[in-house]
């Protein structure tokens, strides 16, 4: 066969790109506050990428317990960035919390390995261990031990807590009992099905409420126990 004398190949190198995060720095968050972190994707390559690309994001808690996000971003033509942002809620994720990054291009690309991102221990979400306020008042009034009430009062009582993101929109752990003034009488619980009890779930504007009225209470000593937690257990 005749030598060859000169031999050349014409391709177009794939698109390439690379994930890097805005910030690599560890935040604490109260439970309930709402998570973000924001990540760039560089078209590094003189190519375009022709198609979508998905950044999939998944958070771990130091239980195990995992939450995936996914973004879909248009596709990145040569030397350009785009921004995207994965955003998850804290509830329930107490503790350490590591998250993945990837992004995925649906064409070859030379290299994956630099799509990824891997923040071990990026969040800690604080519990709320603040206790909530018991307000208890008769016909509208505060009283002390001992005081005089009417025999059919209004009894409301308000439960005010801090946590202005997760509100108590139920009766559980909350606990109404009343001792009537006889020698051998225990504290009896009110029931929430009882005619004259009535419940108000917590909101933004307002604290949960819960209105008692007791008919015809008998001439003595009565004694009114509450014990209540907010929707974070305390």
């Not at 060859?4 to 439970?31: F, H, K, M």
């Not at 005089?148 to 909350?174: A, C, Q, Y």
């Not at 020698?183 to 108000?200: A, H, I, L, Q, W």
Request: charged share 25%.
């Amino acid at each position: 066969p005749p030598p060859v004398n000169s031999w050349s190949v014409s391709y177009t190198a794939p698109a390439e790109g690379i994930l890097l995060p805005v910030s690599s720095e560890a935040v604490q968050l109260n439970e309930g506050e709402l998570f973000e972190r924001s990540y760039n994707f560089l078209n590094i390559s003189t190519t375009n990428f022709e198609d979508s690309l998905f950044a999939i994001s998944r958070i771990t808690n130091s239980d195990g317990g995992f939450e995936e996000d996914t973004v879909l971003f248009a596709p990145v033509i040569a030397n350009d960035t785009v921004g995207f942002v994965s955003t998850f809620g804290t509830l329930d994720r107490v503790g350490a919390n590591s998250l993945f990054v990837r992004v995925q291009a649906q064409e070859p690309e030379q290299l994956r390995i630099n799509n990824v991102i891997n923040q071990r221990d990026i969040l800690e979400v604080l519990a709320d261990q603040v206790n909530p306020l018991l307000e208890v008042t008769f016909d509208g009034r505060f009283i002390l031990s001992g005081d005089i009430v009417s025999p059919s009062p209004t009894i409301e009582i308000k439960m005010r807590d801090d946590n202005t993101i997760r509100f108590k929109e139920d009766t559980l752990g909350i606990n109404i009992s009343l001792k009537r003034p006889c020698e051998n009488c225990d504290f009896e619980r009110v029931s929430f099905t009882e005619p004259g009890v009535s419940f108000s779930e917590a909101s933004e504007d307002a604290p949960l409420q819960v209105t008692y009225e007791p008919e015809l209470l008998n001439d003595g000593l009565h004694t009114l126990r509450v014990q209540a937690e907010d929707a974070s257990g305390n």
